[in-house]
């Protein structure tokens, strides 16, 4: 039911786009009022989530990580995933956010039989989440990068060497991007992980399917628009440099399926902020993640400690409670006579 | 209004901000885009098929005119309109389009586009910019 609902939101964009640029002919409203405003809605969401969260205090560093912490000279740490300085931490920050380490180390329940056929509960590695992430996340890195050609102008040339490489198979006319057909391999099976796996399937919400159903629609209707419109490019590039100098033209020419997909994306930057896509800018402020395991080396002090409360330690609470204590014939450290 | 981490955390803020604002930084300062004006042929005012058939899908043609060339022998092309052609990119198109600088280049470097033609086909010399 998510999954169909999530499904119709994104159909209904789909309609919006195609009926406004198309069928009403706001080609203007939606070349440049809707996507400059989901842009900055994009940015200042964006901040203003970061900042929100800068404000939480930063809790006692959480040491149940993975990985053997420092501790005496002859028993060997594991620097990355249990750090205890500054640059071992970002390492393990580098790890998590460029090599997915913590989707690395998925593990799955599987019941196994031994010899004498005695139920076995056993964990085993499940990989397949990490490697239809990291396809997933890399190709739309370089998609985002190699759309560059049209916002920039010249364009550099780093960004004609990814375009070179990413379309270097030359198989059809245009040729075929390799990053497309793995993003598109990863989203369905990011989706098709949510659809199958009952576990998964149950803690699926509508804020689930709908970012993946809108990315697979985002990249559906530019393949669309590459291999099937086949639109005029050089009519897009006059739009979108429109937009990026503010020199804005009324765009004439140009396929809908373009303002079906810039209407996708807007919509995708508009929900960015609001959404667990946020996970951008939050893989950075994990708690497990980028804090060093040096509780035994500092102290914290607790940011949200009210100074006015002083310490009570169990020796001033027994001077507090000693008779009622002794009465009721609890044990206790001084009595009643050593006391006096 | 008190942060924790302030400063690292608005260092990347700041870095976040810096590549999404990157495009308008690049482009600031320069005259507005128009697209490339090409060089138009002289002597023939139409081409094979209708300019908004050619400028979005040239590339399919070519495609198909180098499949049908040389893996089935044909080398005829009807058009649209009935005319007569012969599929050949040096005899044909750029027996009009003389000149690859001025007409091909133009549009692919916009969009960096590198077409493979030229890994077979060589480009007439003295027309190389």
Same mark, same amino acid.
């Given at each position: 039911m998510n999954a169909i609902f999530s499904l119709i939101l994104v159909l209904a964009l789909v309609v919006v786009a195609t009926l406004g640029a198309g069928a009403a002919k706001m080609q203007t409203i939606f070349a440049y009022c809707i996507p400059g405003t989901a842009f900055v809605i994009f940015l200042v969401g964006f901040t203003c989530k970061i900042i929100g969260w800068a404000k939480r205090p930063v809790p006692f560093r959480i040491p149940t990580t993975g990985g053997q912490q420092?501790?005496?000279?002859w028993i060997p740490q594991n620097k990355w995933d249990n750090p205890s300085t500054g640059p071992q931490t970002v390492m393990r920050m580098l790890l998590e956010v460029l090599a997915f380490r913590s989707l690395f180390r998925n593990t799955k329940v599987v019941l196994k039989h031994d010899d004498g056929k005695n139920p076995i509960v056993a964990y085993v590695s499940a990989k397949w989440l990490w490697l239809f992430a990291i396809l997933f996340h890399y190709s739309f890195l370089i998609i985002a990068v190699r759309h560059m050609r049209l916002f920039l102008q010249p364009v550099p040339f780093v960004i004609q060497a990814v375009d070179f490489g990413d379309s270097i198979l030359q198989i059809l006319t245009p040729t075929i991007y390799i990053t497309d057909v793995l993003l598109l391999t990863g989203v369905g099976f990011l989706l098709a992980r949510r659809f199958f796996d009952a576990k998964v399937r149950y803690i699926s919400l509508v804020n689930d399917y709908f970012p993946l159903f809108l990315i697979l629609g985002i990249a559906l209707s530019g393949v669309y628009m590459r291999?099937?419109?086949?639109?005029?490019v050089m009519g897009i590039k006059d739009v979108v440099m429109g937009l990026v100098t503010f020199n804005f033209k009324v765009p004439a020419g140009i396929d809908v399926s373009f303002y079906v997909h810039l209407f996708l994306v807007s919509s995708l930057l508009a929900y960015f902020p609001f959404s667990k896509l946020m996970h951008m800018g939050g893989v950075f402020l994990s708690p497990t993640r980028n804090m060093p395991n040096d509780t035994r080396i500092h102290h914290h002090e607790n940011p949200w400690n009210n100074p006015a409360v002083k310490p009570h330690s169990y020796e001033a609470y027994e001077d507090d409670f000693r008779a009622p204590m002794h009465e009721a014939g609890l044990p206790l450290d001084k009595s009643p006579e050593e006391a006096a | 209004m008190k942060l924790y981490n302030g400063g690292k955390i608005i260092t990347g803020l700041v870095i976040f901000l810096g590549i999404f604002l990157a495009p308008l930084a690049y482009n600031a300062g320069k005259a507005a885009y128009s697209q490339p004006k090409l060089k138009m042929p002289e002597n023939e005012k139409e081409c094979i098929e209708s300019k908004e058939f050619m400028r979005t899908k040239h590339m399919q043609l070519l495609n198909d005119w180098r499949d049908a060339s040389? !893996?089935?022998?044909? !080398?005829v092309y009807v058009n649209s309109k009935g005319k007569e052609f012969e599929m050949s990119l040096q005899k044909t198109c750029m027996k009009c389009h003389t000149n690859k600088a001025e007409f091909c280049d133009k549009c692919h470097n916009d969009a960096a586009v590198v077409p493979y033609c030229w890994d077979c086909h060589i480009q007439p010399e003295g027309l190389k910019k």
């Open positions: 420092q501790s005496l000279d291999y099937i419109a086949k639109v005029d | 040389l !893996r089935d022998g044909t !080398r």
